[in-house]
């Protein structure tokens, strides 16, 4: 279950657009202006939808596709978590640094427990 509902996310989100200011909506909602920022670029990429929980495990190939996709178009993991709709830029982070490390066998999804 998210820490924040949807409503409330879009509440923020909504305050941003109007009004501007990361800080100052972060600080009015009492939360990181991170967050303001992650949920106001999944909400310009996606909707309404990008605003919903995601819990998946993405194969290899997926991990590289993204990574690939950031050198690319030259951007960075926050921006291309929002265009992939990956809950957190520390993912891609991490995957990038397994990559680096070892190849693409570096990203194979590890057994939980």
Known sequence: ????????????VKEFLKSGGLKRVGHLFE?????????TLAYQAHGH?????????????FKVQVLRYMAVHQISA???????????????LQWQKLYNEGGITALANQPVG
């Open 78 to 92: 926050r921006p291309a978590a929002a265009h992939f709709s990956i809950g957190s830029m520390t993912t891609i």
């Open 49 to 61: 939808s990008g605003l919903n929980p995601s819990y998946q495990r993405h194969s290899p190939e």
């Open 1 to 12: 279950m998210s820490k924040y509902s949807k409503q409330f996310k879009l509440k923020v």
């Open 31 to 39: 939360i990181s202006h991170s967050d303001v920022r992650k949920w």
